[in-house]
């Protein structure tokens, strides 16, 4: 079946710009995540929804980053007047169960956010 | 807070020889532990997962990984390098208990070169 599928896949954006990244994660799936991955580091927790609520949302490092999922399917993650340090691969991930630590994570192939 | 470190940010081995990539955790009760890989452009792939059942655990690709508790490691090896096991290796922990939502906490990433 389909997997998570991201878009877009590469973004430009000017300093000061809004964005808007989406994330389509496997149908059926009650857990999605965000992350963001700096170059040459390790992807780093953003936010977690569980079906459309927003349980976790510890990683997001200003307000000026927003995300929802208000169907509990298709999530956007926003980031508003965009700065040069928000230049990253943004990771979407899904899986198939609420709660817990064991189960896997699929992931999407990243939005590739560069700002100028 | 629970961390995640891959000792070697880059190994290089030969086609054939035998693959080791380090990974410790912090953690005074053991966690859930991956192992993801990622080539260009993709998004991360699991290649094993330990959940507290074998401490040996076997994965995709003829990769495995032992857990060892005295040691807080979880290092994944293969016995036989291939040309394709060339990637960006990432360890991951999610925190063991009834309130964690199954975030993932990622090491900083190990490149493995396989040379011909």
């Known amino acids: 079946g389909a997997g998570v599928s991201q878009s877009p896949r590469y973004k430009v954006a000017k300093r000061g710009q809004d964005v808007a990244l989406r994330c389509d994660p496997i149908?059926?799936?009650?857990?999605l995540f965000w992350y963001q991955q700096a170059l040459g580091q390790g992807p780093e927790f953003l936010t977690y929804?569980?079906?459309?609520?927003?349980?976790?949302k510890s990683g997001l490092p200003s307000d000026r980053f927003f995300a929802e999922r208000p169907e509990g399917s298709v999530s956007t993650l926003k980031i508003q007047r965009t700065q040069q340090e928000d230049s990253a691969v943004y990771l979407c991930?899904?899986?198939?169960?609420?709660?817990?630590?064991?189960?896997?994570?699929?992931f999407g192939p990243g939005t590739r956010l560069t700002v100028l | 807070a629970q961390s995640v470190t891959q000792l070697g940010s880059h190994v290089s081995v030969s086609e054939g020889a035998l693959v080791l990539l380090r990974c410790n955790y912090s953690?005074?009760?053991?966690?859930?532990l991956f192992w993801y890989v990622q080539y260009p452009n993709q998004g991360l792939q699991l290649l094993l997962k330990?959940?507290?059942?074998?401490?040996l655990v076997k994965g995709i690709n003829g990769f495995e990984a032992e857990f060892k508790k005295s040691e807080t490691s979880f290092h994944l090896t293969k016995p036989s390098a291939h040309m394709s096991d060339a990637a960006e290796y990432f360890c991951?922990?999610?925190?063991?208990?009834?309130?964690?939502?199954?975030?993932?906490?990622f090491g900083q990433g190990t490149t493995l070169q396989v040379k011909p």
């Open positions: 991930a899904s899986s198939p169960t609420g709660s817990g630590g064991s189960y896997t994570q699929y």
């Open positions: 149908s059926g799936h009650v857990s």
């Open positions: 929804f569980q079906n459309e609520a927003q349980l976790d």
């Open positions: 953690s005074s009760v053991p966690p859930y």
């Open positions: 330990y959940t507290s059942a074998a401490t």
């Open positions: 991951a922990v999610s925190p063991y208990g009834s309130s964690n939502t199954g975030k993932l906490i």
